[in-house]
């Protein structure tokens, strides 16, 4: 699904993210430092912004994915941010390196947790920072046990440049014995989410931001990839 570009829409609309916490990730002294902005809907114009500045073709040349990968990845990266204009029970956040956003999710914050998107991407030519998808998949569980989440489901993508569904089960998703109740691929019961949240918290931490700040995302970050 493609979306409107940003020249399209009212331009004096204020951009109104919410910090959310800092994550921070160490793993064989490897490490990296994300922010996590909570998103809103005016925050629109500057998605726009930034996704058709995410050239992946460009940002990943050295390897050569097959055009039909870049253009699914892209189609993902294009569906988190016209979703992140929705309101509850949709929630999207997007995350943050030293300034460069890399990577984006939404999901449905509901007592059966549905994730929609989660999306990662370079920040410059072949430069990917580690940890960032793990880190939001960490944020959501952090989010789904607070809010008492049941389980968390998703439905795998296919023709996509690595095996998703090997990636979920390593994370503790399993396919879904029980579609006609919860009509998702894969899911996580919640004691499960708890048991692999407690083994990510020996590689990063999420530390919430008390008493978050409303920021102005298109003079804080930097979307030139």
């Given at each position: 699904m493609e979306?409107?570009?940003s020249f399209n829409r009212n331009k004096q609309i204020s951009f109104k993210a919410r910090?959310?916490?800092?994550?921070?990730t160490v793993f064989k002294d490897c490490g990296s430092s994300f922010r996590a902005y909570k998103?809103?809907?005016?925050?629109?114009n500057f998605l726009d912004s930034m996704a058709f500045a995410i050239k992946l073709k460009k940002l990943t040349e050295s390897q050569k994915f097959p055009e039909s990968v870049?253009?699914?990845w892209k189609k993902v990266i294009n569906n988190a941010v016209l979703m992140s204009s929705f309101e509850e029970p949709q929630t999207s956040f997007l995350l943050v390196n030293n300034k460069k956003p890399c990577a984006i999710m939404n999901y449905k914050d509901l007592d059966n947790c549905y994730l929609d998107n989660i999306a990662s991407w370079p920040v410059a030519k072949d430069k990917h920072i580690k940890f960032s998808g793990l880190s939001l998949l960490k944020l959501l569980f952090y989010?789904?046990?607070?809010?008492?989440?049941?389980?968390i489901g998703l439905d795998v993508l296919r023709n996509s440049n690595i095996n998703l569904k090997k990636f979920y089960e390593a994370l503790g998703f399993v396919e879904n014995p029980c579609r006609d109740n919860f009509a998702t691929d894969m899911v996580i019961s919640r004691e499960k989410?708890?048991?692999i949240s407690k083994k990510l918290d020996t590689i990063m931490q999420i530390k919430e931001i008390e008493n978050p700040k409303k920021v102005n995302l298109s003079k804080t970050l930097d979307i030139r990839f």
């Open positions: 979306i409107n570009s910090e959310f916490a800092v994550i921070n998103l809103e809907y005016s925050d629109r870049l253009t699914l989010n789904c046990e607070k809010h008492n989440t049941s389980k989410m708890l048991l």
